[in-house]
T-cell receptor, first 113, second 113 residues
Framework: SQQGEEDPQALSIQEGENATMNCSYK?????LQWYRQNSGRGLVHLIL?????REKHSGRLRVTLDTSKKSSSLLITASRAADTASYFC?????????????FGTGTRLKVLA | IAGITQAPTSQILAAGRRMTLRCTQD?????MYWYRQDLGLGLRLIHY???????GKGEVPDGYSVSRANTDDFPLTLASAVPSQTSVYFC????????????FGEGSRLTVL
């Protein structure tokens, strides 16, 4: 399986602190995406980073990608209680023009007010 | 804006019964996907369709079938449900043929007794 793995599985922080989540994957990829899932809801796309990019920002989100280590990190700065959710990385394991996104196991983030 | 609609939202089913989970999108996206989400395992790809008239197998296709008769609809069928198919099922879509974000439905919670 090309499934990615997030680390840590669960994270609990105080409001205002930064939250860092890591994702490791097994094979070469074209791009990597991060998604957020609130409890009982569908996933929502946060950010996409391509294999030739090393860092990307979007608001309070910062994503890095190290293809040599097959890993990515998601940093949420100045966290808020509303950031409480599960976060998933998804790797694009495209072959022969067929796009298949493989998801990791997720990090459950809890931000305490 | 509806996006992706899944039905039913929740269903309890006796083992051996046939069940079809419906997925409809109004965004005219080419690609559609079915994932199952189980605690501790993240999301796993069941089947996908890059465009109407084509389908493909994902990571865990056994026991499931799909069809893509048109752009908007991508039903997932369990021919003879088993308890191990108890899960939350998510349908997703992607706009074009190149890499991009996935749009998710709100999920269908299926319990097989």
């Amino acid at each position: 399986s090309q499934q990615g793995e997030e680390d840590p599985q669960a994270l609990s922080i105080q409001e205002g602190e930064n939250a860092t989540m890591n994702c490791s994957y097994k094979t070469s990829i074209n791009n990597l995406q991060w998604y957020r899932q609130n409890s009982g809801r569908g996933l929502v796309h946060l950010i996409l980073i391509r294999s030739n990019e090393r860092e990307k920002h979007s608001g309070r989100l910062r994503v890095t990608l190290d293809t040599s280590k097959k890993s990515s990190s998601l940093l949420i700065t100045a966290s808020r209680a509303a950031d409480t959710a599960s976060y998933f990385c998804a790797t694009d394991a495209t072959t022969s023009g067929t796009y298949k996104y493989i998801f990791g196991t997720g990090t459950r983030l809890k931000v305490l007010a | 804006i509806a996006g992706i609609t899944q039905a039913p939202t929740s269903q309890i089913l006796a083992a051996g019964r046939r069940m079809t989970l419906r997925c409809t999108q109004d965004m005219r996206h080419n690609a559609m996907y079915w994932y199952r989400q189980d605690l501790g395992l993240g999301l796993r790809l069941i089947h996908y369709s890059n465009t109407a008239g084509t389908t493909g197998k994902g990571e865990v296709p056994d026991g499931y079938s799909v069809s893509r008769a048109n752009t908007d609809d991508f039903p997932l069928t369990l021919a003879s449900a088993v308890p191990s198919q108890t899960s939350v099922y998510f349908c997703a879509s992607r706009k074009g043929q190149s890499a991009g974000e996935l749009f998710f439905g709100e999920g269908s919670r299926l319990t097989v007794l």
